[in-house]
C-alpha cells in the first residue's frame, strides 16, 4: 500500500477544504471498499480525510412524520435503534442483514450511498421510499441522487450529509445474496405510501448490473392491485439484466419478479404463488417510462454497436476525429496526448471510478481510413491498447462510418473490446456496464467540442465507439464513482 497521510477534520467545512486542496484525496466513511481496494493496489489517495469525528453526521432522529440518518450512522447502529424499527421497519432490517458484524460495526449509511455499488442494498432501499439525500450542495431526491453505475450526483468537493425519509404505509427489502461476498444477486425493495387519492407504490431493483433502478411496469400493475397475483403479467425484460459467473441474466430477470411477488406477499399476507415463464411477455416498452429504465434498456454485448446523430457537415465531423486536440478534449481524464506517427497516439489518462483509482498508459490508432467521398461517406478503424500498471490492461478495435444525412452526419460504429490482468477478474459484466456508462459522456463532449447543440443520441443505442474509447482509454467505470 502506497503512503498516504491521514486527516481527521473537526468540521464539514474543513473536510471540504482539504477535498479541494488534494485532488488525489478520498473521503473515509466506514471504508469497506476503499480500503479493499488500497490493499490490491488499486487505489492509492494521497489523503485519507476521515470524517467520523465531524459532529452530528452519525445523528438518527425523528423529525416530525420523517425519519433522518445521518451519513455516518453505521449499518449496526440503524438495526439497533429503536425509532427506525418503529419508523421503517424494513430499513433495519436491512441494515442488518449487511454482509457481518465487523463490517455492519464500521460501514456507514453514507459511504454505501455514495460508493452506489451496482449490487448494494441501501440504494435499493433509499429509491424505493423515494428518500431525500441531504448533502453540502444541497437537497437531492433519490430518482435523481443514484446516476447508474458507481455514479452519484455529487460533485468532486461534495458531502453526503444524510438521509431524510417519508413514513411508508409499508415496506418490505428481499434479496437473493451472492454466497462469497453477501451482496446481492438481485435485490428488490417495494413501498407503498398514502396519498390523497389512494396509494403509490414504487419498486426498486439492486444487482441487476446497471445500478439501482426503478419498476414502472411492476409500480403500476402494484397501483392497480395491491396483490402478488397483479404482477403475474409483469416481467424484467431479460435484456436489460446482465449476466456473470455467479448468475445468468436470465436467472437474474427471473428472479427479480419472483423476489418482488414475494415481496408484496409478505406485507399482504397473500401468496406469492408460482411464477409464471417470461417466454411470450416481456415489459421493455413500459419499463421505459422511467430514467432508470431507460438506462437498463440497452442490452450489454461483447460487441458493442451504436448510433449518433450530430447537426455537422460530414467534413467537420471527420475532421475532429482525426485532430488529436479534439481527441484529447473528448477523453474524460485524459492528462496528456502525444502524436507519434500520422494518425497514431500515446496517451495518459487519469482515472478515478469508485474505490479504484489509476493511471493509465494508452495508445490509439486510426487505421484503414477511408476520407469522405462523393457519396458523402467515410470511414476508419480505431485500435487502441491501454495497460495500468500492475492492473492490467485491455484492448479493442471499432469500425467506425460516417453518413452524410442533409446538413448533419450520422455516425455510426461496431466494437469489441477485451480486459486482461486483475481488471478481468472483475467480470465482464461490470466491464460492458461500464462502457454503457461512459458512452453518452464521451459523445456529448464530441458534440460540443464540434458546435453540435442540438445533437441527440439515441438512448437505447448510446455508443459503441464512446464506450470502448472511455473504456480502455479512461478506465472500467464501474468501479470508480463513489466515496
Known sequence: MNPFQYLRPRSIEQARAWLIDHPDARLLAGGQSLLAAMKLGLNAPSH???????PGLNEIRLEGDELWIGAMATHARVAATPEVH??????????????????RSVGTLGGALANNDPAACWPAAVLALGATLVTTAGAVEADDFFQDLYGTALARADVLLGVR????????????????????????????FATAGGHTVRVAITGLGHGVQRWPAA?????????????????????????????????????????CRRAVAAMTGLGAHPAPTAATTAAPAS????P?????????????????ALALPLAQVWHGLLDPTVLQACLPGCEALQQTAPHQYTCIVKVRLGPVSARFQASLSLNELAPPDAAGQAACVLNFAGQAAGLGGGEGQAQVRLQADGSGTRLTWQ??????????????????????????????????????????????????LARVWATWLRGWRHWFGGR
Request: hydrophobic share 55%.
Open 86 to 103: 418503529a419508523f421503517a421497519p424494513m430499513l433495519a432490517q436491512l441494515a442488518g442483514g449487511i454482509a457481518d458484524a465487523q463490517v
Open 48 to 54: 485519507l480525510i476521515d470524517l467520523q469525528d465531524i
Open 415 to 464: 466494437a469489441q473490446a477485451r480486459v486482461n490482468g486483475k481488471l478481468a477478474q472483475f467480470g465482464n459484466r461490470l466491464v460492458q456496464a461500464s462502457a454503457r456508462k461512459l458512452s453518452a459522456e464521451f459523445f456529448v463532449r464530441f458534440a460540443a467540442n464540434r458546435g453540435g447543440a442540438g445533437a441527440e443520441l439515441a438512448p437505447a443505442r448510446r455508443g459503441a
Open 165 to 192: 425519509f417519508a413514513r411508508p404505509a409499508v415496506a418490505h427489502y428481499l434479496r437473493q445474496q451472492q454466497p462469497a461476498s453477501r451482496f446481492a444477486l438481485v435485490g428488490v425493495a417495494v413501498s407503498r
Open 287 to 290: 419499463t421505459a417510462a422511467a
Open 219 to 259: 409500480e403500476q400493475a402494484l397501483a392497480g392491485r395491491w396483490a402478488p397475483v397483479a404482477l403475474n403479467a409483469v416481467f424484467w425484460p431479460e435484456a436489460a439484466a446482465q449476466g456473470d459467473v455467479h448468475a445468468s441474466a436470465e436467472y437474474r430477470a427471473h428472479l427479480a419478479g419472483v423476489l
Open 292 to 308: 432508470q429504465a431507460v438506462r437498463a434498456a440497452a442490452a450489454p454485448q461483447a460487441t458493442f454497436a451504436g448510433a449518433h
